[in-house]
T-cell receptor, first 114, second 110 residues
Framework: DSGVTQTPKHLITATGQRVTLRCSPRSGDLSVYWYQQSLDQGLQFLIQYYNGEERAKGNILERFSAQQFPDLHSELNLSSLELGDSALYFC?????????????FGPGTRLTVL | LAKTTQPISMDSYEGQEVNITCSHNNIATNDYITWYQQFPSQGPRFIIQGYKTKVTNEVASLFIPADRKSSTLSLPRVSLSDTAVYYCLVGDDYGQNFVFGPGTRLSVLP
């Protein structure tokens, strides 16, 4: 158990719909990252937040948006869903301890768009 | 952003040592090299991180030559449970500019 929680675990929806994925980082971690992983593909970095502010942006579509709230949990909003958005979405939080920078990944949300 | 190149797949047998090499020719001065392990339908898990020379922990060793343009993850005496995808990651210690490589799918055979 990494300490990062994600809800829901599974999500099935239809094309054109909008969904919200939720992530709670480990206690005390200020950074939250979102990744997308399509079937048998590598991890695609979407976006990073640090203490409520956007810090880095990756290959995130304009139909997707995210935010980090004052309590540090984060939400990833996916709208106008397409079949190709079906994937595993991971959230991670990070810490630097003992000179080691490490990301802790949540269990993921599996999104299926029909 | 440093781009990494890894073998797509590797096969090994139980009890053997496995070495997976990652190329990162454009690594920046303040970049670290990190390796993650991922099992199907699970989030990646940190294995080891290093900046230069050799780093060893309870599960793996990481070898980084002086020019830092490549790194080798060494897994001693692998078991069936080490079958997974291994990612090489290069980025700075502020957590920015981290780019996951394509990953190496390791299959450990009995």
């Amino acid at each position: 158990d990494s300490g990062v929680t994600q809800t829901p675990k599974h999500l099935i929806t239809a094309t054109g719909q909008r969904v919200t994925l939720r992530c709670s980082p480990r206690s005390g971690d200020l950074s939250v990252y979102w990744y997308q992983q399509s079937l048998d593909q590598g991890l695609q970095f979407l976006i990073q937040y640090y203490n409520g502010e956007e810090r880095a942006k990756g290959n995130i579509l304009e139909r997707f948006s995210a935010q980090q709230f004052p309590d540090l949990h984060s939400e990833l909003n996916l709208s106008s869903l397409e079949l190709g958005d079906s994937a595993l979405y991971f959230c991670a939080s990070s810490v630097v301890a003992g000179g080691i920078y490490e990301q802790f990944f949540g269990p993921g949300t599996r999104l299926t768009v029909l | 952003l440093a781009k990494t190149t890894q073998p797509i797949s590797m096969d090994s047998y139980e009890g053997q040592e496995v070495n997976i090499t990652c190329s990162h020719n454009n690594i920046a001065t303040n970049d670290y090299i990190t390796w993650y392990q991922q099992f199907p339908s699970q989030g990646p898990r940190f294995i080891i991180q290093g900046y230069k020379t050799k780093v060893t922990n309870e599960v793996a060793s990481l070898f980084i030559p002086a020019d830092r343009k490549s790194s080798t993850l060494s897994l001693p005496r692998v078991s069936l449970s080490d079958t997974a995808v291994y990612y090489c990651l290069v980025g700075d210690d502020y957590g920015q500019n981290f780019v996951f490589g394509p990953g190496t799918r390791l299959s450990v055979l009995p």
